[in-house]
T-cell receptor, first 110, second 113 residues
């Protein structure tokens, strides 16, 4: 079992819709969870991080964490074509180890 | 937010030569930096952890004699790819962390011909 799993996609959503990206992790000791956006040929850029169970909202983005079920998700409201990218889920354990998922490619169709 | 600067952003070198990549933390001190490699359509894979003033810690399967890491100061870590081969062509990314966030350099696209 991979430590951090994501559906590779592509996930296609129409412009203005909600995009839902999911991530599961295997290490119950994981403490911090990050979502990064990566455009082709570019380095990842941080979108959000979440530590506690529940929802965390930042603009059009909402991160959801459920430690009991070991999943974290990212919702993007009012999706825009500029949101088209690969979204990486990253899980941080207490050992300063960050493990990345393989990423989900999102396509927002105008 | 904190900024990590990586240089060069791209480099083309001949097979057998060495290439040095620099990673600097611009507005904070990083006792630890991380080097990742990303092949096309794959996720970031940690290569090594660079520790200021001591030897780097390499992940399993990464050749320490081929990928030389030097972390001489609290703001600079370098990765040298020695005797580069075409299979070393990849996107190399450095990262530095505070206690709560991880920041990435711009990445270096290495092409070995």
């Amino acid at each position: 079992q991979k430590e951090v799993e994501q559906n590779s996609g592509p996930l296609s959503v129409p412009e203005g819709a909600i995009a839902s990206l999911n991530c599961t992790y295997s290490d119950r000791g994981s403490q911090s969870f990050f979502w990064y956006r990566q455009y082709s040929g570019k380095s990842p850029e941080l979108i959000m991080f979440i530590y506690s169970n529940g929802d965390k909202e930042d603009g059009r983005f909402t991160a959801q964490l459920n430690k009991a079920s070991q999943y974290v998700s990212l919702l993007i409201r009012d999706s825009q074509p500029s949101d088209s990218a690969t979204y990486l889920c990253a899980v941080w354990t207490g050992y300063q180890k960050v493990t990345f998922g393989t990423g989900t490619k999102l396509q927002v169709i105008p | 937010g904190a900024v990590v600067s990586q240089h060069p952003s791209w480099v083309i070198c001949k097979s057998g030569t060495s290439v040095k990549i620099e990673c600097r933390s611009l507005d904070f001190q990083a006792t630890t930096m991380f080097w990742y490699r990303q092949f096309p359509k794959q996720s970031l894979m940690l290569m090594a952890t660079s520790n200021e003033g001591s030897k780097a810690t390499y992940e399993q399967g990464v050749e320490k004699d081929k990928f030389l890491i030097n972390h001489a100061s609290l703001t600079l870590s370098t990765l040298t790819v020695t005797s580069a081969h075409p299979e070393d062509s990849s996107f190399y990314i450095c990262s530095a962390r505070t206690y709560t966030e991880a920041f990435f350099g711009q990445g270096t696209r290495l092409t070995v011909v």
